[in-house]
């Protein structure tokens, strides 16, 4: 705890991961941690060790921004059960972690707050990905071994990519929402960040509602038994970088060599489309959840923020409706696609992180390739995948609902066969 504690006095400064941190709280308990593995008593599976949390996990008696400066001084209530599932597993709160206001916001930019700092590049900031900025940057820079983020549209998954961790997204459902603040009650998933698959399987087994069906130790060997879908390039958005491409296509040539059989396969026409329905979900969602405040220029909310939210207005009467409908249809086709593969291989990020002064902060171009499995309701691993310049390059593997076994299994032996997610951010200059 003293280790990570020192090393976030050095460094965040510099990065800005941490709204608060917890320190004198963080190494009482600690203390307290050593006293009951000394009296050899009972200890949780994760026994003390340091987590950090997305501000959206509320700690009752505890400050909650939520990302908005506007609950600055905001006391919680309750304790959200993501926190009381890891203080229950023996996991010691470090403090909480920045994030886009209301968790709206792929490129992980906040004005007023401020925009944590991708350690990858400590000359010119850029993006950490959104909407859990925060936990990306803290687990990339060794800040934290392990942190909590949410995904709606790709919020675990973008800052995984940007920032050269992994990032697990869970169906929706397997993981309590109470206690946590709310952007999308129909796609809103709590989801762990961390520098390996292992990292993330051993959070997943507490964090859930009905545990899942793990191992306690993830198998390395071959994937002879797996189907994994392939898509056509030519379906892809055709803002992709050249390296995330190569990146990709390595990667399902590596998964070829564990085993699997990689199937070239089309998607339906509609897939990449869904990006927008999902953005309009949302923000009808969060302008309902936030609908008191969000149109009062009084209240120091980011400009791009409250312009997301306030897309809800162009919707017709019925048309939120009508996109759920449309949503539940597309999620049994897609149940009928998927019926032949196990898993699919995408890309996770389209770009490696721009710099944060080069963006187009309405642009949606870092959630095109993630916001899909939200809408369709599948689980979804965020891998790191190689380098392009110093910057790191990501893959996802898709499974279908409640497949987390599936995707952990590919994503360790993928681990295990190469180096991606070992080398680290060069943080001796910060």
């Known amino acids: 705890m003293d280790a990570h504690l020192a090393r976030i006095g050095r460094l965040d400064d510099k990065l800005h991961a941490f709204v608060e941190v917890y320190a004198e709280e963080a190494r009482a308990l600690a203390d307290a941690a050593d006293r009951a593995r000394a009296a050899r008593l009972p200890l949780g599976p994760l026994h003390g060790l340091p987590i950090g949390l997305k501000d959206l996990c509320d700690i009752a008696g505890r400050i909650g921004t939520i990302g908005s400066k506007m609950w600055a001084a905001r006391v919680a209530t309750e304790t959200s059960a993501t926190v009381e599932r890891l203080l229950a597993a023996g996991m010691i709160p ?5 994030m886009v206001e209301f ?24 993006v950490p990905g959104g909407s859990s900025s925060g936990t990306g940057v803290a687990v990339a820079a060794g800040l934290v071994p392990a942190g909590i983020g949410s995904d709606t549209g790709g919020s675990v998954r973008i800052p995984a990519a940007f920032n050269g961790v992994t990032g697990l997204k869970t169906t929706f459902g397997l993981i309590s929402l109470r206690g946590t603040g709310l952007l999308s ?4 998933t709590i989801g762990p960040l961390a520098r390996s698959v292992e990292d993330c399987a051993a959070l997943f087994r507490v964090l859930c509602d009905a545990p899942p069906d793990l191992p306690e130790q993830l198998p390395t060997g071959r994937l002879d ?4 879908a392939l898509p056509d390039r030519a379906q892809l958005p055709d803002f992709m970088h050249p390296a995330v491409l190569e990146a990709w296509t390595a990667a399902a040539r590596e998964l070829e060599k564990l085993g699997a059989h990689v199937v070239p396969a089309r998607l339906p ?8 329905q999902v953005g309009m979900i949302i923000a009808s969602e969060a302008y309902e959840l936030h609908r008191a405040y969000i149109e009062d220029r009084r209240q120091p909310i980011n400009d791009a923020a409250r312009a997301r939210i306030l897309g809800a207005q162009q919707l017709a009467p019925g048309e939120y409706a009508g996109m759920l409908r449309q949503m539940g249809e597309r999620r049994r086709a897609f149940g009928e696609w998927f019926r032949g593969f196990d898993a699919l291989l995408l890309p ?6 721009p710099a944060l002064d080069e963006i187009d902060e309405m642009a949606p171009v870092p959630s095109s390739l993630t916001r899909s499995a939200n809408y369709l309701g599948l689980c979804a691993l965020a891998l790191p995948a190689g380098f392009r310049e110093g910057l790191p390059l990501s893959v996802q593997v898709i ?3 409640f497949a987390e076994r599936t995707i952990l299994e590919i994503g ?13 951010p060069a943080l001796t200059a910060a």
Do not use: E, S, V
């Open 348 to 353: 996770t990020a389209p770009l490696p992180a």
């Open 103 to 126: 968790a709206f916001g792929a490129w992980g930019t906040n004005a007023q707050m401020g925009t944590p700092w991708n350690p990858w590049d400590l000359k010119r900031q850029r």
């Open 94 to 98: 470090l403090g909480k972690l920045h």
């Open 269 to 276: 026409d509609w897939h990449f489309d869904l990006a927008r």
């Open 412 to 424: 360790q032996a993928f681990q295990a066969a190469t180096a991606h997610h070992r080398p680290r």
């Open 399 to 401: 499974g279908r609902p």
């Open 185 to 188: 009650w129909t796609l809103d």
């Open 225 to 228: 038994h797996y189907r994994i």
